[in-house]
């Protein structure tokens, strides 16, 4: 059978990416307001951090960031700077907001990362074998673990695992990222971070992983009494088959929904298991940027964070196509 | 009558809905006892500190760190996870049902307005906009519920978009138009009570995720710092992870069970208001 081609949907792309630009913008610019909202201005809430209250220094700062000038040029000039990617200085951290983020990035991507590929592989199994043995044990037991975990409180699942496994059975580290006073280099620092990722990405998987069980389990059920795999089993074909090969196939689209929302929105999801693990993330650092009150460093993640959902969400769209050729691209 | 009984003939059949309401019933009775059986605050040291449950007369699930009697502190904070789950959902409910309401019955721009802006506020990461709510505005239990109701409405208003546009075709709709009846009846008064099975069933299970958001605020530190809630007594007792690990494991079952009790009600529910669907998660 040839396969289907397709072309690029350009005109879909642009509209999207203009789309997408849009709504970055339009994000900054509430962000922008929302700043305003906050007690005191932006300089003096900096001068307070660096441990000062030097009318001069309050001046300066005000000058700096324009925050002398009226509302509307500091909204153009927030903008700009956002348009040139220069999301400002941090006083709190002493860094460039830029290279703060993006020297935590590889930490939070190698943790969630690694949770969302053990919560896709486990949903999707443990989703199939729900619904192949529906209303039977098997279901019945996946079932009410799904539901005991969609109602736990994702964090305390974390600060549970450190008490069971690092803490009484020793098994693991307790939190960070690696053993830095072993100055471990090439394999040993591999291992000694694998070592610490075990922890933290189990309990972020456990979260995602209640949602797709119970998605596969659904959307399974719906496929499983269709009458094409009436057909196929009247085939003979074998019933492992039937459920992987033919029905998770077309089961599988609103996971692909889902996963997606969830990979757009890793920043978000790991701050409660990088503060918990004390990963040293983005997550984390969004935590202590709110504690600090470090409230542009704050923004500059909550606009990243939405730059990466808008990513995800146009990338879904184009899975969905290439999964279901007949889906139309709107 | 039919209803009711109709109702609780699904409570007998349905166990799982059965037991939820029974659990949830137990956390209202606590909410509503706190003060009952324990007059004094929750902040009030009662006794020794670091007592296990058992261990010291006087309270009867051990105190905490600082003495305070853990107990008191469940009661308590009941009363703070159900105020703020069903206050924000409440406000969000408001307002998710007037925005998908006006954008599902008049279409067009207005539909298109207000679905850009419903899903610009989707595409900020809810628990991340939440927390740069309370930064901004404050930690309080107005300002925790505000927060939580900003993160819910959308989810609420896409639902309810999305009945109006299927029952302003129906007939009776229709009918209502030509005999001259007023939009917001029309809206209000006629559809509105049509949509109200579905928008009930997410609002059950979103009281549940705004209890957990809550309490993860409550857990980070940025909990209201006047009340005791269980997040918070998660949040200290995360420092006697080693020695007393009860105090943060206590709450913890709280608020499992609490939720869970919750989306069991809400998956009871569905199957009652709408037999014909199987169970509806949204996304997180």
Same mark, same amino acid.
């Given at each position: ?60 700062? #005000? &000058? ?66 729900? &619904? ?108 492992? #088959? ?89 | ?5 109709? =109702? ?34 929750? %902040? ?7 007592? @296990? ?41 408001? =307002? ?12 067009? @721009? ?58 302003? %075709? ?24 049509? /949509? ?19 309490? /993860? ?12 809630? @269980? ?13 007393? @690990? ?39």
């Amino acid at each position: 059978m040839k396969p289907i081609r397709r072309r690029v949907p350009w005109a879909f792309l642009a509209r999207r990416v203009l789309y997408g630009v849009l709504a970055i913008l339009a994000i900054a610019v509430i962000n922008f307001f929302l700043l305003q909202l906050a007690p005191g201005d932006a300089a003096e809430a900096l001068a307070g951090q660096a441990g000062t209250a030097d009318p001069q220094y309050i001046a300066q700062l #005000r &000058a700096q960031f324009g925050l002398d000038q009226p509302l509307w040029h500091q909204l153009w000039a927030f903008i700009v700077r956002l348009a040139t990617l220069d999301l400002g200085y941090s006083y709190v951290f002493n860094e460039q907001v830029s290279v703060l983020i993006f020297q935590r990035m590889p930490a939070t991507l190698m943790l969630m990362g690694t949770a969302l590929t053990i919560a896709v592989a486990g949903g999707i199994v443990l989703g199939v074998t729900a &619904a192949r043995f529906a209303n039977r044990w098997p279901d019945r037991l996946i079932s009410l673990g799904a539901l005991l975990l969609y109602g736990t409180p994702p964090y305390w699942i974390g600060l549970m695992m450190i008490l069971v496994f690092a803490v009484m059975l020793g098994w693991t580290p307790t939190s960070g990222m690696e053993n830095v006073l072993a100055f471990n280099t090439g394999w040993d620092r591999v291992v000694d971070i694998a070592h610490h990722l075990i922890l933290p990405a189990a309990a972020q998987s456990i979260f995602y992983l209640a949602i797709y069980i119970r998605l596969v389990r659904a959307g399974m059920l719906e496929i499983l009494s269709l009458d094409f795999i009436r057909v196929a089993r009247a085939k003979g074909i074998s019933e492992r #088959r039937l459920s992987y090969r033919h029905a998770l196939r077309n089961a599988v689209l609103p996971l692909v929904t889902i996963v997606g929302t969830n990979v757009g929105n890793f920043l978000g999801g790991a701050v409660l298991t990088e503060t918990v693990f004390s990963w040293p993330g983005v997550g984390r650092l969004m935590f202590d940027a709110m504690f600090q009150r470090d409230l542009n460093l704050l923004l500059s993640i909550l606009v990243l964070s939405s730059t990466f959902v808008i990513i995800a969400n146009l990338v879904v769209d184009l899975l969905y196509a290439i999964i279901n050729p007949t889906v139309e691209l709107k | 009558m039919g209803t009711l009984k109709a =109702f609780l003939s699904i409570l007998l059949r349905d166990w799982m809905m059965g037991l939820g309401l029974l659990l949830l019933l137990g956390i209202l009775f606590m909410a509503a006892t706190a003060t009952v059986f324990f007059p004094n605050p929750p %902040e009030t040291m009662i006794g020794p500190p670091l007592q @296990w449950p058992g261990q010291y007369p006087g309270a009867l699930l051990g105190t905490d760190g600082l003495g305070r009697d853990i107990l008191s502190g469940l009661f308590y904070g009941a009363r703070i996870s159900l105020l703020v789950g069903f206050a924000s959902v409440a406000v969000a409910m408001v =307002f998710g049902v007037i925005v998908g309401a006006l954008a599902g019955y008049y279409g067009g @721009w207005v539909d298109m307005l207000l679905m850009r802006l419903t899903e610009l506020f989707q595409t900020i990461p809810q628990f991340m906009l939440a927390i740069v709510v309370v930064a901004v505005l404050g930690a309080s239990i107005q300002v925790i519920i505000l927060s939580l109701a900003i993160v819910s409405w959308p989810a609420i208003a896409r639902l309810v978009r999305g009945e109006f546009l299927v029952l302003r %075709e129906k007939q009776y709709v229709q009918g209502c138009i030509v005999v001259g009846m007023s939009d917001p009846r029309i809206i209000f008064l006629q559809i509105l009570p049509n /949509a109200m099975s579905g928008v009930t069933v997410m609002s059950t299970i979103m009281i549940a995720t705004a209890i957990l958001m809550e309490s /993860a605020l409550s857990f980070l530190g940025f909990g209201d710092p006047n009340v005791m809630s @269980w997040g918070s007594m998660i949040g200290l007792g995360k420092n006697n992870l080693r020695d007393a @690990w009860y105090i943060m494991t206590i709450p913890g079952i709280a608020l499992l069970v609490t939720a869970l009790a919750l989306n069991m009600v809400g998956d009871g529910l569905n199957d009652y208001l709408n037999p014909r669907l199987r169970s509806q998660r949204g996304s997180r």
